[in-house]
């Protein structure tokens, strides 16, 4: 069976990715080096022999507070990752990198298909359509896939992150819980869909394609409270928190999976309340 070369291995997807690459036959050898470390990667790549990259590692949160680590790890850290790719002369068949749906920010399109105008909107967001447009000018030669996922959560998910935040909230049977804008829409897809539809691009994936990774169903939070009240007999109070509110909101993210489906064919997706309640169960 192939081995896979995995950045951020030990990351939210990383373990996933893992699990599922691992229970379907696959090896996986994490890639442990810092992005930003050019001379460590370089050394660390050199010594592996792999069918197959996927380069997770990156700083996703858009809260981070230190503005230029979304640069230097998700435009040059990938830079020197490609860069240590390219003089080794890699055997790898392909190569998926993972930008984000963030990129297209507040599109007049919905369902957003990969043709839509990027229009950035947070420092998340631009760094990774850098890391696109770098990837483009300068590693053409390389069996490069690029996916572009809408929001998706799961088991191990940093409570930084606004579903994890309120699924823990409701573990502890909370009496209150304080959140951002409450009319957002995003899709809040099942990390282990995410994954099978990785490891099927890796195989399907047409090199110097971009593929959205979706499901084309969006939720607000609200229905995520209301399905998590439903599964615990919990009743929460929500107060919003203008301190939780950007000021550059994207108020819906919905992807359109058509091309991503005509490469790989249809993926069953896991529905919300499937997620929110192995979320619920985990220890």
Sequence with gaps: MHNIAI??????????????????????IPVESNLTNKQGLSAELATIDCDYIVHLAAISAVTHSELLAFYEVNVLGTLNLLNAVSSKKSNAKKILIASSANIYG???????????????????????????????????????????????????????????????????KSATIELGNMGVEREYNDVRSICKIYLRLLEKGISGETYNVCSGHTHTLQNVIETLGRLTNHTIEVSVNPAFIRAQEVKKLCGCPSKLNACIGEIKHHNLED?????????
């Design 106 to 172: 507040n599109s007049a399109q919905s369902p957003i298909k990969e043709s839509n105008t990027a229009a950035p909107v947070n420092h998340y967001a631009m760094s990774k359509l850098s890391m696109e447009h770098m990837i483009a000018a300068e590693f053409s030669e390389l069996p490069v896939v690029t996916v572009r996922p809408f929001n998706y959560t799961g088991r191990d998910h940093d409570d930084r992150f606004v579903v994890p935040k309120i699924v823990n909230h409701f573990k502890r």
């Design 7 to 28: 950045t951020g291995a030990h990351g939210f997807t990383g373990k996933n990715f893992t699990r599922l690459a691992t229970a379907a036959g696959y090896t996986i």
């Design 275 to 283: 997620t929110l309640k192995w979320m619920l169960e985990a220890k």
